[in-house]
């Protein structure tokens, strides 16, 4: 599966995104095509999880603090109060994913930021280019 992180492609992925070692996002292609099935966990800085994505659904949501918009070739998830796009994807030509914007913590407690021109955690920038990650999971680190 090839998955596009900001102008970042990467290509030949197993559907999992580790970050920082761990996988956070993990997404698998239906069978009947379509939007992937996405699995995604969200922290805040000490560790813990408000939210959890599992099939695309919100399976965890403290306080009702996020929202979710699903449509046959994107999904969005919110912060209801301050409007900030937590995740952005979209299905993409040839059937790739494209998460082209996003903030969240990672386990650790560091912050992943998506922008169409790269991503960013902790010391490390990322921007246009591609990587075969070769059937493994696509790591941010």
Excluded: C
């Excluded at 659904?57 to 979710?68: F, H, K, V």
């Excluded at 030509?93 to 386990?107: M, P």
């Excluded at 992943?112 to 955690?121: A, G, K, N, Q, V």
């Amino acid at each position: 599966m090839d998955i596009q992180i900001g102008p970042h492609l990467y290509r030949n992925s197993n559907g999992t995104i580790e970050v920082e070692g761990v996988p956070q996002i993990d997404i698998e292609p239906r069978s009947s095509g379509g939007f992937p099935k996405v699995n995604f966990a969200l922290f805040e800085t000490g560790g813990k999880m408000p939210a959890k994505l599992t099939d695309s659904t919100l399976a965890i949501n403290e306080g009702q603090a996020y929202a979710l918009e699903r449509s046959p070739t994107s999904l969005v998830m919110r912060h209801q109060d301050s409007g900030k796009e937590i995740l952005n994807m979209a299905l993409g030509e040839n059937g790739r994913l494209v998460i082209s914007q996003g903030e969240f913590y990672t386990l650790k407690g560091h912050t992943l930021t998506i922008t169409p021109s790269e991503w960013t955690l902790e010391k490390t920038t990322v921007t246009e280019g591609e990587t075969d990650v070769q059937g493994k999971a696509v790591p941010l680190e």
